[in-house]
């Protein structure tokens, strides 16, 4: 088992993981304050791979006055 999370695969499948986990709570938090999901915004993210990107990009979605804003500061 050790092994196993030692390796390579074990550690890019765990951050794969982490980035769908991120995008996804970054478009709940914005569809939930918004109301609404935009597919550029979808988009940009799917091209995003740094996990500690995409949790500033949560703080962002928290706190942004609206969807313009998130997408100024992206």
Not at 7 to 21: I, N, P, Q
């Amino acid at each position: 088992m050790k092994d196993l999370m030692e390796s390579k695969f074990y550690r890019e499948a765990v951050e794969k993981g982490e980035l769908k986990k991120a995008r996804e709570s970054i478009l709940r938090i914005l569809k939930a304050r918004f109301g609404k999901k935009r597919k550029e915004i979808s988009n940009k993210l799917s091209f995003l791979e740094d996990v500690e990107s995409l949790d500033k990009l949560v703080d962002l979605a928290a706190t942004c006055k609206d969807l313009n804003d998130f997408m100024s500061q992206m």
